[in-house]
């Protein structure tokens, strides 16, 4: 595995430079969950966390946590992450990922709410868009897979879904509370 990412949060530490040393060439911030309109979180860290990565030479990448019930919820939560994007500095050149897991949404129309979701990020002029669930959540057809499909799937030998552009391996890399990918085509990563 030489196209190593990691996913990082809150709960890590706003100098996130010592992944790099880990071997990995990237990170994906979460930077929003919810929007302005409801559940409405911005992490704090986020900023430290972006800028702490280019500065140690890797590639920095953001993602927003799914509340959205519905489509409005969809693309106001895709707003709320666009808008902090650009507070933050980050333009077409990052890859914005939606991570879809929250069972609060599994019984809502995941599909399309995702699908309104990535299509306003596209008419807000992003261009490089991952979705991000669980292994099970792709078999069930509960997300779209046109775009980029970052699964997590942690106890196999792959990410178990065809097309995956990347497989989060593990919640627990190098022995840390660290998720860690593998990233097959280079999209987070090159």
């Known amino acids: 595995m030489a196209n190593l990412f990691a996913d990082v949060s809150s709960y890590q530490t706003d100098d996130v430079s010592y992944i790099k040393d880990l071997g990995a060439q990237a990170v994906v911030v979460k930077i929003t ?4 309109d409801g559940t409405a979180y911005k992490n704090p860290k986020a900023l430290n966390q972006t800028q702490s990565a280019l500065e140690a030479g890797m590639k920095a990448h953001l993602y927003h946590y799914a509340l959205y019930t519905s489509a409005q919820d969809a ?3 895709a707003d709320f992450f666009n808008d902090y994007a650009k507070e933050l500095g980050f333009n077409n050149d990052c ?3 939606i991570d879809v897991e929250d069972s609060s949404i599994e019984s809502t129309d995941t599909y399309n709410n995702t699908v309104a979701f990535l299509d306003r990020l596209r008419n807000l002029g992003w261009d490089k868009l991952a979705v991000y669930s669980m292994a099970s959540w792709f078999w069930q057809q509960k997300l779209p897979t046109t775009d980029a499909i970052w699964v997590a799937n942690y106890t196999t030998d792959g990410p178990g879904v065809d097309g ?3 497989w989060q391996f593990t919640n627990a890399y190098n022995g840390l509370s660290l998720d860690m990918s593998d990233d097959y085509t280079g999209l987070f990563t090159a």
Do not use: D
């Open 95 to 97: 890859v914005m990922v």
């Open 164 to 166: 995956a552009t990347a």
């Open 33 to 36: 969950e919810g929007s302005a």
């Open 75 to 77: 693309q106001n939560e």
